[in-house]
């Protein structure tokens, strides 16, 4: 639950993206992005993600540059930024070696399994998949952008069910993982 809750941020910037415009998605990701922060430094037991950090920095950082430039960002426009800050934040995570999934499972797992080879790889896959589902994304946005024949549906329909398959496989994965028997 916490790993999707993450998502939250993006979320609220699609819906206000559609509603009143991309910057007043940035700014609504940005703020959704900061509650999500203050949750985890205010409650106790829990800390700031990788995930949510790059996701707050990401929004504020677009949200700037737009108010910067005076930028009349189109809506495929402004969502590849967002998507590809969030393929990067991603692909960082595993280039530092702090899969983003990784904070999330410890707050599901004994500590006594963290620095399992199982545990370990078990991210790597999860993070794996979700970095490939936002790979996934920004193709069919850059499609979408620089293909105006492709129909707009199949750009959407591309979007969810990388999205829906990243979720399915995280949860199908994951009890995968546990149900197995311990050698």
């Not at 700037?64 to 426009?77: A, E, F, K, L």
């Not at 969502?79 to 692909?91: E, H, I, P, S």
């Not at 293909?147 to 750009?155: F, K, S, V």
Request: charged share 15%; net charge positive; proline share 4%.
């Amino acid at each position: 639950m916490g790993i999707l809750l993450a998502f939250a941020p993006f979320i609220v910037f699609a819906i206000v993206d559609r509603i009143a415009g991309p910057t007043a998605g940035l700014a609504a990701g940005a703020a959704a992005s900061a509650i999500l922060l203050i949750r985890d430094l205010l409650a106790k037991n829990r800390s700031p993600k990788i995930l949510e950090i790059g996701t707050f920095v990401l929004f504020c950082s677009l949200l700037i540059y737009g108010w910067m430039r005076h930028n009349q960002w189109s809506v495929i426009g402004v969502r590849l930024c967002v998507d590809v800050g969030l393929l990067l934040v991603v692909l960082v995570s595993m280039a530092v070696r702090r899969p983003f999934t990784m904070q999330y499972a410890r707050e599901q797992v004994g500590q006594e399994f963290w620095n399992s080879p199982e545990f370990v790889r078990t991210n790597y896959i999860i993070t794996g998949v979700w970095a490939m589902a936002f790979a996934a994304m920004v193709a069919a946005e850059l499609a979408l952008l620089y293909l105006p024949a492709m129909p707009r549906r199949l750009g959407i329909v591309v979007i969810v069910l990388a999205l829906m398959g990243a979720v399915k496989f995280t949860g199908w994965y994951s009890n995968r993982v546990r149900s197995r028997p311990e050698d």
